[in-house]
């Protein structure tokens, strides 16, 4: 059963997926050749080593029934064979319109170019594989607590449809933008992420006094500038994004 307070739910315990991909990231320096389009040279592959593992990744993972989910949303979707394993019932409490937002490519490129510099220490180690497959662990925690957005849209709109239907009708996205907006919890938000990274980011010692004394394996801003620069708002675009097809 879904309700405002069963997907705010959710949202809280898929930061604990977000801060620990965070920390798991954290522990290679950016090893640049994982992103560098000349690295390869693989016959028929043209791109760096994370779109080879990604591409490839996401292959496996569609045909053994990932984005069966509508949870689920994949960075290549133009690439994907169908899943091939026997499929679940979801509940199904989505429009169809949902099917259609995807903006992950937005994802993708902000995790390269904005995020990556801030969570990372310069330098090489050569594991690039291990890099690129942590890419994708932190890359998939983010695009399915962004794209959850369709799951809070769909449940604020059932609670009040009377508020939303006028919005949706005039195609008022900055009304939407408002009307869905809780400053109050966005606050609660970011700062029990930062409180996350800080806990699970700390050494653990069996002797209670030297715990927190060790550096933390990421700095906990940095949990917190993701959420409030890009995960807040990407999630409120999908929401906005959602509810414009919500009467289609
Ligand atoms: O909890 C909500 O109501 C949401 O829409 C989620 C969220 C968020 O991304 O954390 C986004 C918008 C609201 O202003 C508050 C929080």
Redesign the pocket.
């Known amino acids: 059963e879904y309700t405002?307070d069963s997907?705010?739910k959710a949202?809280v315990r898929q930061e604990d997926t977000i801060v620990f991909a965070l920390i798991e990231r954290a522990k290679f320096p950016f090893n640049s050749l994982t992103y560098d389009h000349n690295y390869l040279q693989i016959p028929g592959f043209c791109g760096s080593l994370v779109d080879f593992v990604v591409n490839n990744t996401e292959g496996v993972q569609a045909k053994a029934g990932r984005y069966k989910n509508p949870e689920e949303n994949p960075f290549f979707p133009e690439n994907l064979l169908s899943s091939l394993v026997p499929s679940y019932p979801f509940t199904q409490i989505l429009h169809p319109g949902a099917a259609s937002i995807n903006i992950n490519k937005s994802i993708w490129k902000i995790y390269f170019h904005d995020l990556l510099p801030l969570l990372v220490a310069s330098g090489d180690d050569g594991n690039y594989a291990q890099t690129a497959a942590s890419d994708l662990s932190l890359l998939q925690a983010i695009s399915k607590?962004?794209h959850?957005?369709k799951f809070?849209?769909e449940v604020?709109f059932r609670e009040s449809p009377q508020d939303y239907e006028p919005l949706i009708r005039a195609k008022d996205t900055e009304g939407l933008m408002k009307l869905?907006?809780?400053?109050s919890?966005?606050e609660m938000?970011k700062k029990r992420v930062e409180k996350k990274a800080v806990v699970f980011g700390q050494e653990i010692s069996l002797n209670s006094n030297d715990d927190k004394k060790g550096k933390s394996k990421f700095d906990p801003s940095v949990a917190s500038q993701l959420?409030e620069k890009w995960?807040?708002?990407?999630?409120?675009e999908v929401?906005v994004e959602y509810l414009l097809r919500r009467l289609d």
Do not use: D, S
């Open positions: 405002l997907v705010r949202l607590r962004v959850y957005g809070v849209a604020k869905l907006t809780f400053k919890v966005e938000v959420y995960v807040i708002p990407l999630t409120k929401q």
